[in-house]
């Protein structure tokens, strides 16, 4: 009787086993179900189409410095094809001007023949960043129940133009680019507490973090943090590009060839 009973008990904890196997194996793959799909990243897009009529060569050369612009942890994998892309096109605008350009590396690399026959030197300079998560609806600000975060730019960029000869400024062109938004999309996941023999899929109601509720309890977010940095580095690329075609659309560029004419008086 009593090894008849010892063979009961055996037989029973196998299949208790086995069960806990098998809840195991089903708790891994409705993790794996449960994963969110990776969003599309959009791609960058540093490129503006520049509709100005080209216009006769004058007879001034600018030169221009390779750009320096200081980017945040979120900017400077991009930063690099930015300013490549900026100085590119900047150049095919003063030349659509009618203005020479040449590309200098330093202005320590200028000769008393080239300051004499340089009129001016342009500095591209500034800062770019892009800050993560603020809580706001862009549409509506006075709302405080969004569930998702929103990325924003601040910065600024400066095109500095200087007189080689005297070094002095002769005009400046700030352009802002803070507060360019995209929104970062929060997939919220849930967490779980194992305990005892319950299989990796059971879960109490106790045991999951309601993250729409309680969004400081559970699991970690997961973000759309790229697509949003992407999203405002090409919005931020179009505003600096439309100021710079205005600009030269628009601006006295005579004036400012006359003034460092008689600068060098």
């Known amino acids: 009787m009593q090894i008849h009973t010892k063979g009961i008990v055996s037989a029973l904890m196998g299949i208790s086993l086995m069960f806990f196997g098998c809840a195991t194996d089903t708790g891994t793959q409705s993790a794996s179900n449960r994963a969110h ?6 791609p960058i897009d540093f490129n503006y189409p520049i509709h100005i009529n080209q216009e006769p060569l ?15 942890e979120n900017v400077k994998p991009y930063i690099a094809k930015f300013q490549n892309a900026l100085v590119a096109q900047i150049q095919e605008i003063l030349q659509k001007k009618g203005y020479t350009i040449i590309r200098i590396d330093s202005a320590k690399d200028f000769t008393p023949t080239q300051k004499d026959t340089v009129y001016s030197l342009l500095k591209i300079k500034g800062w770019i960043g892009i800050l993560e998560n603020a809580d706001i609806n862009t549409t509506n600000p006075q709302d405080t129940h969004i569930k998702t ?5 601040a910065g600024a960029v400066i095109l500095q133009f200087v007189e080689p000869k ?5 005009h400046i062109i700030p352009i802002n680019i ?3 938004h995209a929104i970062t999309y929060s997939n919220f996941q849930e967490s779980v507490i194992l305990s005892g023999f319950a299989g990796a899929s059971s879960v109490s109601l106790g045991d999951t973090a309601d993250k729409e509720d309680n ?4 699991g970690p977010v997961d973000k759309n943090h790229d697509d949003a940095v992407h999203k405002i580095l090409n919005k931020v690329y179009k505003v600096v590009l439309e100021k710079v075609v205005s600009w030269a659309q628009t601006a006295n560029l005579k004036r400012y060839r006359q003034v460092i004419d008689q600068m060098r008086k």
């Open 178 to 180: 803070g507060a360019e």
């Open 37 to 42: 799909p990776k969003i599309n990243v959009s």
């Open 215 to 218: 969004g400081d309890v559970g």
């Open 149 to 153: 975060k929103v990325d924003e730019s």
């Open 58 to 72: 004058n007879d001034h050369i600018t030169a221009i410095l390779p750009p320096h612009i200081q980017a945040d």
């Open 166 to 170: 005297t070094g002095r400024t002769t």
